[in-house]
Structures are given as C-alpha cells and as structure tokens.
C-alpha cells in the first residue's frame, strides 16, 4: 500500500489514464535538452524539481534525455545518465510523476543502447510508480507500421522483462503529431501503453485536435509530453488563444501534459529569463511570457488530481454489537429480528436483552 504522500500507479483503461481508479491528468513542465554544454543541463537537479512542484504545484517533470546529438547520451552516457538519476529521485521525493525521455528524432538507428538504457532504468525504477518511460521522442517522417512500432516492440519487451506495469509513452510520425495513424496499427499484447501528442500553439491549431480526437475514438491514450505556447521551432511569441484552446481541449480530455521547456535559453519556448537561477526561488520577473502562462496553466490545472472520494454514505444511527458482528438496529421493530434496507437488523429491546456486558450491546 503506498504512503499517504506517494503518488498513484498509472493505469491504462482505453482512451484515458486512471490513477486510483479514476480517469486522471497531471501537468508539470519538461526541462530542455540534457545534453553537455546545451545550457539546460543545469536545472537537472532537486532544488529546480522541488521548487515546481512547491511553488508551480506541478505533479510530473520531463527529464529530456538527448541521445544523437552533440553531448548526447551516446557520447556521455555518465553524464546524461546521472542527470536522469538526479531528476527522477527528487520526482520521487517530492511526490511526483517523472518522465525518462529518450529524447532523440532517429531512435530506430539506435535500439541496443535504448534497449539497454530503459533496462538499466526499469531495475532502477521499476517498483516504483513514479517514473513513466518515454522511449522516442519525437520521431520524423518514418513509417509507424515499418518501422517506429517495432523499434517501440523492441524496447517495451525489454522493460517489462523488468518492470510490468509502468506507464511506456511511444512517440508518433512526424514529430509526435500523428496519433492517428498509431492509433490505426496500436501496439498490442503490452498493458499501460500510451502514445506521445506534441503541440506547438503557433504552429498546431484544430487540425491536430482533429487527429488527436481520431485516436482517441480509436480507444487509445494520448499523453502530451510536450506543449509549447510558441511555435514549434521554439521561437515567436505566445499564442493566446490557441493555447487555450489546447488547455481546454487537454483538461476536457484528461490529457496529462508537460510544457516545454524549463530552460533559460533566449528563445520564445524557455519558461525561464536568461540567468535564472539554476536552484529555483524565480520571481515573477524572471519568468517569460511563456513561462508565466505556463505557471498560471499548471497551477490551475483541475485535472491535476482525482476527484476525492464520495463522501460515505449518512450516519445510520446506533448498531448492535452481537457476539463481534456489526447489525444496524431496526427502526420499524421493537423486539426480535427485523428486515429492513434490505438486510437483517436487530430490535433494541433484543439488543439489550441479549447482549448486556461491553463491548457488546448497542454501540455508536
Ligand atoms: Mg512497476
């Protein structure tokens, strides 16, 4: 049974994300690349993961794990690595969902070291509920038939050799915007699988909405592991309207959601002025446009937790305690046994008589 503080396991029940049994999102925010000497590697730490989710009330952060490029996982495995490690333990300390994001445009030319990047990761992580693994980022204009899904086979059989149940994210054909077409030749034979939706409001208006509701009458579920209010090189200003659009369309969806990106890097998407601190403790003026809207949209987010429980049912008035066993007293009956509600119940007079001594008798 999990702490009082620790967060739900994700389940996947068709098109939506239950956590405790109920259809559930959670927003947060992706940090940049990590990639060495990109810039936004500095913030892959526990004071940047505790001040989001203290002070932006983010319940998922996105360490995005850069692969290929310059700085890369491939050409500094320990120090990518350990940026991960740094970010999904303080995900883990401080109650939230991690995301682990292969975070590469070609993975397919790189299987064995994803296979053996998420295999480390699921013996680390795999018992708990924390960590989500995203094994593609963004994908180009390949085949999700050909040749995205059996890279996506490839990778999940291995994770749950290790780990079967946490949530897998697969990303889609073109930059993670055709869900439709996964949605049509779904990976099957795996539980908690979802795939990846990415949205640049600048960029991406109602016909990616359309797509991404095509997938979800599929009967399968989207998870936005990035969203920018820019456009979607990453430059030019918010587009207002647009992003709201898309934030209504993801809470009336239960999309979870990560923002793009927890950076201070001088271009439109970065939530951060150039100079922020790497530890947190932001104020209002060093944030951007962008980041503003982000704090405001993940602080709001109303599909952030499940909905409490029902409330329990009316106090039913005194019980009688016969021989340990629990009876409601009978309202319409006097003496001896009753039926009422639809189940036996028992007169006070028969209560008393019979059960005299604590902790017996008629009790509250
Ligand atoms: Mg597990």
């Excluded at 079967?164 to 699988?193: E, H, M």
């Excluded at 021989?323 to 309202?331: D, E, I, V």
Aim: with cysteine; proline share 6%; charged share 15%.
């Amino acid at each position: 049974m999990a702490s009082a503080h620790a967060v739900e396991p994700l389940k996947v029940q068709g098109n939506q994300i239950l956590a405790n049994g109920r259809a559930a999102s959670f927003a947060g925010n992706s940090l940049f690349w990590s990639n060495t000497g990109w810039g936004g590697e500095k913030y892959y730490n526990a004071r940047t993961v505790a001040w989001l989710k203290n002070d932006w009330n983010a319940n998922l952060v996105r360490a995005a794990m850069g692969v290929d490029e310059s700085g890369g996982y491939l050409s500094d495995a320990a120090g990518n690595k350990a940026r991960v490690i740094a970010v999904a333990d303080a995900a883990i300390a401080n109650d939230m969902y991690v995301i682990i994001d292969w975070h590469s445009h070609r993975a397919e030319q790189n299987q064995p070291q994803a296979v053996a990047f998420f295999q480390d990761m699921a013996r680390r992580y795999g018992n708990t509920n924390n960590v989500i693994y995203e094994i593609y980022n963004e994908p180009l204009q390949v085949s999700w038939s050909g040749t995205i899904k059996p890279y996506a086979q490839a990778v999940i059989s291995a994770i749950r050799a290790i780990d079967p149940d946490n949530l897998i994210i697969v990303g889609t054909p073109t930059w993670s915007q055709d869900v439709d077409v996964a949605s049509r030749d779904p990976i099957r034979g795996y539980a908690n699988i979802a795939y990846t939706l990415h949205f640049y409001a600048g960029t991406h208006g109602q016909f990616l909405r359309d797509k991404a509701q095509v997938a979800l009458d599929n009967g399968v579920a989207l998870f936005v592991t990035e969203w920018g209010a820019v456009n979607a090189d990453g430059n030019g200003g918010v587009a207002t309207a647009e992003t709201n659009a898309w934030v209504n369309f993801m809470k009336t969806k239960k999309l979870s959601n990560a923002n793009w990106a927890l950076n201070d890097k001088a271009e439109g998407a970065s939530a951060l002025k150039p100079g922020a601190s790497v530890d947190g403790g932001w104020t209002a003026s060093q944030l951007t446009a962008s980041g503003t809207l982000a704090r405001n949209t993940i602080r709001g987010w109303s599909g952030s937790a499940p909905p409490p429980p029902p409330p329990p049912p009316p106090p039913t008035g005194q019980q009688c305690n016969w021989w340990a066993t629990r009876y409601p007293l009978c309202a319409n009956t006097q003496n001896g046994w009753g039926w009422e509600n639809n189940k036996s119940c028992i007169s006070s007079n028969t209560c008393l008589n019979e059960q005299p001594v604590p902790p017996y008798g008629i009790v509250q």
